[in-house]
């Protein structure tokens, strides 16, 4: 098989241009300068010596041959062009070679490579052809024979198709020529003898041209690319990318790059021969990958070197030789200490909370499932403390938030300095932590780590001079015995702390199977109240209200009653908290709306009609609109309503509660501030005219016999409420003594069982007929 030296291949891969394709041209591309072009005039350079030699040897032997038939005046001097023609010819093959080859080479159009083989082929053959009628016909055989022979030279031309085909037909032309003139000369035998030398020669000369030029397009496309590849290699290794290995096929380094070695910190020489497992350290994965003989990717590995740990990155493919041996393996590696270092910093950086420098929720969630497992496996329980701080929000509202962080980061420290190596200490979020413990064998252990921790955060804390105090509550639930899984077990926790916080806040509480029963009877409490709104399973029942001047009846408070059909009656302070929470409000505070109203509607006008509103609900922009729908479907002067709401709205931000009150007040109705004194209440409020009415709550009321200081309390809150032009109820009044007491105090109306119990539609409806009927009697 024909192929290019390697002299060729070197000036093909390196003169390539950057970006151009390794394709190879056709042999028609005259005026473009391609591999192909540059490898045919290199080999033709290295045929040019068999060619001319072939030239001058057929001329010597045609002179021999015509030495006595012709001049030898005429033959030496042919003889002479011949060879300098022909050694002309090769010298400059040669050197064009070198000059015309590459980007930077001077191109050679093909028809002057044809046309230079044309004109040899005419030096040659202009004597022979010349003379061939004149001699005798032994000596035309013999020179025809000669000529014929030469025809083969072509082999010397094969590297470039058109010369071999241009030298081809030159001579069969001038040969057939010759021999039509001689065909009365020249046996018939003797003349297909020639013919049959020439047509081997051309048929050998052009298969053998096509053949070699494919030849050169294979060689030079492989060339090119092993080049280029070789050129990749050497990048990928000295631009610090990675490094290169190989072993046989026991595993003994027979290359290794100069990275490798400088990061092992030993010479090649100390490598090579040696296990590739053993001088990584000894890694047991490697080992298997390489026994396995099959292909690896991406194999990690921390390595010792004299710089520290470094971690690398291999990947290798096995070497199979053309008789399907196992030869050993080749493949890359990379150094990828910093990457690594990055991605742990990122993941630190994902686990942590940033504010307290603990883990966060996710990391939690991470160590919990750790102990969990563990628990389960060697039966050692494990233990999960949720802890939410109380009375944090004030901090926040009225320090700021600065000093809230603040406190976070101290609570933190403390927790972390009362669990030490006992556990971990984690946030959730907000003002909630967590506390996983590894080992919650001993219960005991458990109640006086809860019971420290209590005691460590109520200590108050300094922040820039400012004394701060806050408490915690905790919930705490063991695995696997309370929760075979993270989710289950968090639950549990929650639960406890639910419990703590409903115990008074400041204390720790344990799951127990009680707190689950509670928590499924409030699952089915929810669900039974979703099907109540559906069904319409609530009712009102309406409380008098009186005058405290006159004792007769003014109004009625619209109070919410639900009786289940299986639980019988359940009480608004069981079931309004779980419609709180779950966002059911919203749906009965518009049932109770629209149910008020139509009640209103039946009775007269004096008669007013007050009803609750949830603090869910007053915040909604859309409660306005759904007040005026009602007034309007039942056709009830706003007036005829009055809304209550506690002193809770006063929390957080209130401006899209007053704006929404005042919307309401613009209907016409009225909106009256109840339990006023036992929550937060603001008297900055009561001057933005959204209020018409204060409310005395039943506690102060009822202990204003026995307690003096509640009788001050109820004269401060009649005479605010007179210098705001509001009226004032008094609630839970039971007794005579009480309602004398709070008509002495300048309280306007009266509410309570003195006056009437809450009382279904029928019966409420009996009184307002009966005081009607009293007034025509009048």
Request: with cysteine.
């Amino acid at each position: 098989m024909y192929e290019a030296p390697d002299r060729y291949k070197r000036m093909i891969a390196a003169r390539l241009p950057d970006g151009e394709s390794l394709g190879l041209a056709s042999e028609q591309d005259d005026n473009a300068s391609s591999p192909l072009k540059d490898a045919q005039l290199i080999s033709r350079a290295q045929l040019a010596p068999f060619f001319a030699a072939a030239n001058i040897v057929a001329a010597v032997m045609m002179i021999a041959a015509l030495w006595d038939e012709v001049s030898s005046v005429l033959l030496l001097p042919w003889l002479g062009a011949v060879a300098i023609v022909n050694l002309a010819a090769m010298q400059i093959a040669k050197t064009q070679s070198i000059t015309h080859v590459g980007r930077s080479g001077r191109k050679i159009p093909d028809w002057m490579l044809v046309g230079e083989v044309l004109a040899r082929a005419a030096i040659w053959l202009s004597i022979p052809l010349y003379f061939f009628t004149t001699i005798p016909p032994g000596a035309q055989v013999i020179a025809a024979s000669i000529a014929a022979g030469l025809g083969i030279a072509g082999l010397g031309l094969v590297v470039h198709p058109r010369s071999a085909i241009g030298w081809m037909s030159a001579f069969t032309a001038g040969l057939c020529g010759a021999l039509f003139l001689g065909r009365d000369t020249v046996p018939f035998p003797h003349m297909l003898s020639i013919l049959f030398t020439l047509g081997v020669s051309i048929f050998g000369v052009l298969n053998v041209a096509r053949w070699a030029f494919e030849q050169l397009r294979t060689n030079a496309d492989f060339s090119a690319q092993s080049e280029s590849a070789s050129l990749l290699l050497q990048e990928y290794e000295q631009r610090g990318v990675g490094w290169l290995w190989q072993v046989d096929a026991e595993n003994r380094v027979t290359y290794i790059s100069s990275r490798m070695t400088a990061l092992l910190g030993r010479p090649a020489s100390a490598l090579l021969g040696h296990s590739m497992p053993s001088l990584l350290g000894g890694n047991a994965e490697l080992g298997r990958k390489l026994l396995e003989k099959q292909p690896f990717n991406q194999l990690d590995m921390e390595l010792q070197t004299a710089r520290g740990p470094r971690w690398i990155s291999i990947a290798g493919d096995p070497i199979i030789d053309t008789a399907g041996r196992f030869e050993g393996f080749r493949g890359v590696g990379s150094d990828i200490t910093e990457m690594r270092q990055t991605q742990e910093r990122l993941t630190h950086l994902a686990n942590m909370d940033v504010l307290s420098g603990l883990p966060n929720r996710g990391r939690v969630r991470q160590l919990l499932g750790d102990c969990l497992r563990a628990a389960t496996a060697s039966s050692v329980p494990c233990a999960i403390l949720f802890l939410d701080l109380d009375g944090f929000k004030p901090v926040n509202d009225t320090f700021g938030h600065p000093k809230g962080d603040a406190v976070l980061r101290a609570v933190a420290k403390r927790l972390v300095d009362e669990v030490g190596a006992d556990g971990h200490v984690g946030r959730m979020g907000g003002d909630e932590f967590a506390i996983v413990i590894v080992d919650a064998q001993s219960r005991k252990k458990v109640e006086q780590l809860a019971d420290r921790i209590i005691v460590a955060i109520k200590e108050p804390y300094m922040i820039d001079q400012t004394e701060i105090r806050i408490g915690v509550s905790i919930g705490c639930a063991f695995g696997p015995i309370d929760g075979a899984t993270v989710d289950d077990l968090i639950l549990k926790a929650d639960l406890a702390l639910y419990q703590a916080k409903d115990s008074g806040r400041g204390v720790a509480r344990y799951f127990s199977s009680e707190l689950q029963s509670e928590q499924e009877d409030r699952v089915r409490l929810e669900n039974d109240l979703r099907q109540a709104v559906a069904a319409k399973q609530f009712h009102l029942v309406f409380q008098p209200l009186v005058s405290a001047k006159t004792q007769k009846l003014v109004g009625f408070e619209a109070l919410i009653r639900w009786n289940h059909p299986q639980r019988g009656f359940v009480p608004p302070n069981v079931f309004i908290p779980v419609a709180e929470e779950t966002g059911l409000m919203v749906a009965i505070g518009e049932w109770v709306i629209d149910e008020a109203c139509r009640a209103v509607a039946t009775w007269p006008d004096p008669i007013t009609l007050a009803l609750n509103i949830s603090p869910k609900q007053i915040v909604l922009p859309s409660l306005p609109n759904v007040v005026s729908e009602a007034l309007s479907r039942w056709k009830v002067p706003g007036n005829r309503i009055e809304l209550e709401v506690t002193e809770g709205i006063f929390l957080g931000d209130n401006g899209p509660t007053l704006d929404v009150m005042k919307r309401l007040r613009a209907l016409g109705v009225g909106i009256a501030l109840d339990d006023f004194g036992t929550g937060y209440s603001s008297i900055g409020y009561l001057n933005k005219a959204i209020f018409h009415k204060l409310k005395i709550d039943g506690s102060f009321v009822r202990e204003a016999g026995s307690r003096p200081e509640n009788v001050a309390i109820i004269k401060s809150i009649v005479q605010l409420a007179k210098s705001f032009r509001m009226s004032v109820t008094a609630e839970g009044v039971e007794t005579a003594e009480d309602f004398e007491r709070m008509r002495e105090l300048g309280c306007d109306t009266i509410q309570g069982y003195l006056f009437g119990k809450p009382l279904s539609y029928e019966r409420a409806n009996q009184m307002v007929v009966g005081l009607g009927a009293k007034r025509l009697a009048g």
